[in-house]
């Protein structure tokens, strides 16, 4: 007992002066400044992911009723549109081509201030959007998720000026943050956005980093959540797989998606680093022309279709999942070559939408070599198939399609078939798609935009 008590005494000092100092802490004002500010950037990201996606909706439906007065009307939209933006994007607003999830992960790997200035400048971020719309609307096969990370990440990193953040840590917190809370907003999935955030965007989650991330998740779904409501983005589902002989269906959309989605990966990477050949040479010597080609490209595309092939594909997924619509057995593989073409042109514009349906695309074809499989749990296996095989984030894939379809009863078959995806996408693209991608985001492969 002798020797034990001043040992119990120096405890009992050193845990009245941590007391002490977390009263400190816990009444600091600067600290309560920065969690003001954090608090108020993720409601800012809420209300931009939901106001994006509104008027997505909107230039989306706006397209399909010009459609209906004018089919051949993307021959005119598409090329212009294409055109001007690589224009203008080039000259005034370098960095905003593009997913937007490379940009972020670039600013995230980096220290350089002036990157991170330049890759999630408000500028950046407001153009990102107005472009994204644009292209939407004059049919580019983009989506909104991509840019709506890298606009999150803006926000945040901007905000992040407004009070003093001690570390680097924190500051790279912040932009993570961003980033999950627009992925969380955008799809109206809040785990989706946390996984995403752990899997994709940084491969350190650091014990701080994961309650900032979590907090901005939260209060942006709740933002989406006040607004949209507790909506599913493809509807809710009922679709379940039996074990038995209907399994098949996960081999075979596991390993076509896996296939399929290394391919599209490498043609994404090689439209957005270096064409080979002819295409090569005229998109370095002549951009905006190339740009030009890719919109009329596209046209042919949408005519091949029957128009299908447009814009985010989210109705086109929902209506292969139902069942109904008349959506041609060659969906699939035309809706990735309208993907490939649109991010080839160098638009701002994402391919989380256009991946899950061009999945969608594939189930519906293996559907039909499965009559004993019901039709829309291998549409859904085949969502994931595909997206697990382009990304490469096989956790974030079928977390996804489980939020946005509300059918937890296939839970385990998506998970089988996003690992298998995972695991023949390797062969056949051994180098995950966004980081690759955010290599040409380094800082020797940044220059400042032109002034205006």
Same mark, same amino acid.
């Given at each position: 007992?002798?020797?034990?008590?001043?040992?119990?005494?120096?405890?009992?000092?050193?845990?009245?002066?941590?007391a002490?100092?977390?009263?400190?802490?816990?009444?600091?004002?600067?600290?309560?400044?920065?969690?003001?500010?954090?608090?108020?950037?993720?409601?800012?990201?809420?209300?931009?992911?939901?106001?994006?996606?509104?008027?997505?909706?909107?230039?989306n439906?706006?397209?399909?009723?010009?459609?209906?007065?004018?089919?051949?009307?993307?021959?005119?939209?598409?090329?212009?549109?294409?055109?001007?933006?690589?224009?203008?994007?080039?000259?005034?607003?370098?960095?905003?081509?593009?997913?937007?999830?490379?940009?972020?992960?670039?600013?995230?790997?980096?220290?350089?201030?002036?990157?991170?200035?330049?890759?999630?400048?408000?500028?950046?971020?407001?153009?990102?959007?107005?472009?994204?719309?644009?292209?939407?609307?004059?049919?580019?096969?983009?989506?909104?998720?991509?840019?709506?990370?890298?606009?999150?990440?803006?926000?945040?990193?901007?905000?992040?000026?407004?009070?003093s953040?001690p570390?680097?840590?924190?500051?790279?917190?912040?932009?993570?943050?961003?980033?999950?809370?627009?992925?969380?907003?955008?799809f109206?999935a809040?785990?989706?956005?946390?996984?995403?955030?752990?899997?994709?965007?940084?491969?350190?989650?650091?014990?701080?980093?994961?309650?900032?991330?979590?907090?901005?998740?939260?209060v942006?779904?709740?933002?989406?959540?006040?607004l949209?409501?507790?909506?599913?983005?493809?509807?809710?589902?009922?679709?379940?797989?039996?074990?038995?002989?209907?399994?098949?269906?996960?081999a075979?959309?596991?390993?076509a998606?896996?296939?399929?989605g290394?391919?599209?990966? @490498?043609?994404?990477? $090689?439209? +957005?680093?270096?064409? !080979?050949? %002819?295409? #090569?040479? =005229?998109?370095? /010597?002549?951009?905006? *022309?190339?740009?030009?080609?890719?919109?009329?490209?596209?046209?042919?595309l949408?005519?091949?279709?029957?128009?299908?092939?447009?814009?985010?594909?989210?109705?086109?997924? @929902?209506?292969?999942? $139902?069942? +109904?619509?008349?959506? !041609?057995a %060659?969906? #699939?593989? =035309?809706?990735? /070559?309208?993907?490939? *073409?649109?991010?080839?042109?160098?638009?701002?514009?994402?391919?989380?939408?256009?991946?899950?349906?061009?999945?969608a695309?594939?189930?519906q074809?293996?559907?039909?070599?499965?009559?004993?499989?019901?039709?829309?749990?291998?549409?859904?296996?085949?969502?994931?198939?595909?997206?697990?095989?382009?990304?490469q984030?096989?956790?974030?894939?079928?977390?996804?399609v489980?939020?946005?379809?509300?059918?937890?009863?296939?839970?385990?078959?998506l998970?089988?078939?996003?690992?298998?995806?995972?695991?023949?996408?390797?062969?056949?693209?051994p180098?995950?798609l966004?980081?690759?991608l955010?290599?040409?985001?380094?800082?020797?492969?940044?220059?400042?935009?032109?002034?205006?």
């Amino acid at each position: 007992m002798h020797t034990l008590g001043p040992w119990l005494a120096r405890m009992q000092k050193r845990q009245r002066r941590l007391a002490r100092r977390s009263r400190h802490v816990w009444l600091s004002r600067a600290l309560w400044n920065r969690r003001l500010v954090f608090l108020a950037g993720s409601v800012v990201v809420g209300l931009v992911a939901v106001g994006f996606a509104l008027t997505a909706t909107l230039a989306n439906s706006t397209l399909h009723r010009i459609l209906d007065r004018w089919p051949w009307a993307p021959f005119v939209l598409a090329p212009a549109a294409f055109a001007a933006i690589s224009f203008v994007g080039r000259r005034f607003f370098d960095g905003a081509q593009g997913s937007g999830i490379p940009q972020t992960i670039a600013a995230l790997n980096h220290g350089s201030a002036p990157l991170r200035e330049h890759l999630l400048s408000l500028r950046v971020a407001a153009a990102k959007i107005g472009f994204t719309l644009v292209g939407l609307l004059c049919g580019a096969s983009i989506g909104r998720e991509g840019p709506t990370v890298q606009i999150g990440a803006a926000i945040m990193h901007a905000l992040s000026r407004v009070s003093s953040f001690p570390h680097e840590g924190m500051k790279r917190g912040l932009i993570l943050a961003g980033g999950a809370a627009g992925v969380a907003a955008a799809f109206n999935a809040p785990l989706a956005g946390v996984v995403f955030a752990i899997e994709e965007m940084s491969r350190s989650f650091s014990q701080r980093t994961s309650g900032i991330v979590i907090t901005a998740v939260v209060v942006a779904g709740i933002v989406s959540l006040a607004l949209l409501g507790n909506y599913a983005y493809f509807g809710q589902t009922n679709a379940t797989l039996d074990l038995g002989a209907a399994w098949i269906a996960v081999a075979l959309c596991g390993s076509a998606g896996g296939i399929a989605g290394g391919i599209c990966a @490498r043609m994404l990477v $090689a439209a +957005g680093t270096s064409l !080979p050949g %002819t295409l #090569g040479r =005229l998109r370095r /010597a002549r951009p905006t *022309v190339f740009a030009a080609v890719c919109g009329l490209s596209l046209a042919v595309l949408g005519v091949a279709s029957g128009n299908t092939i447009y814009g985010t594909g989210y109705a086109e997924t @929902r209506a292969i999942i $139902a069942g +109904g619509g008349d959506i !041609p057995a %060659t969906f #699939g593989l =035309l809706k990735l /070559a309208a993907t490939v *073409v649109s991010y080839a042109s160098g638009i701002p514009g994402g391919i989380f939408a256009p991946s899950l349906a061009i999945g969608a695309g594939l189930g519906q074809d293996i559907a039909l070599l499965l009559p004993s499989a019901p039709a829309a749990a291998v549409v859904i296996l085949g969502m994931v198939g595909f997206f697990a095989g382009v990304v490469q984030a096989p956790i974030t894939a079928f977390v996804i399609v489980i939020e946005m379809t509300r059918d937890t009863d296939m839970a385990l078959p998506l998970m089988a078939v996003a690992l298998i995806a995972h695991g023949f996408s390797r062969l056949i693209s051994p180098h995950p798609l966004y980081k690759t991608l955010a290599r040409g985001f380094r800082p020797a492969a940044v220059t400042p935009p032109v002034s205006s």
